[in-house]
């Protein structure tokens, strides 16, 4: 069984910084193209970031200069850091893993940015 477990989440003060993790386990974890989402109540879930099996990486525009998505093959695991928070990154945050036509979901961590 494929698993997605995200940790790292929690309260910050505006201008603040967290690193969140994805670690994946019950597959080629190298082989997979990594997303971190996320939701905030009565919003639409929103693609923050995404790295490929090869590196390359892509960010919402209203997180690019912030947030940093990287990986660790050696261990299954995908890495979003982000910094200068602000309250409107408030959401549950949601890691992917996507491979041609197979996805998988973690469960989410919650981030609240508040002073």
């Known amino acids: 069984q494929v698993q997605l477990v995200e940790s790292g989440g929690g309260l910050v003060q505006p201008g603040g910084s967290l690193r969140l993790s994805c670690a994946v386990s019950g597959t080629i974890f190298r082989l997979y193209e990594m997303g971190w989402y996320r939701q905030a109540p009565g919003k639409q879930r929103e693609l923050v970031a995404a790295?490929?099996?090869?590196?390359?990486?892509n960010y919402a525009d209203s997180v690019k200069g912030r947030f940093t998505i990287s990986r660790d093959n050696a261990k299954n695991t995908v890495y979003l850091q982000m910094n200068s928070l602000k309250p409107e990154d408030t959401a549950v945050y949601i890691c992917?893993?996507?491979?041609?036509?197979?996805?998988?979901w973690g469960q989410g961590t919650q981030v609240t940015v508040s002073s």
């Open positions: 992917n893993a996507a491979l041609k036509t197979v996805t998988y």
């Open positions: 790295i490929t099996s090869g590196g390359s990486t």
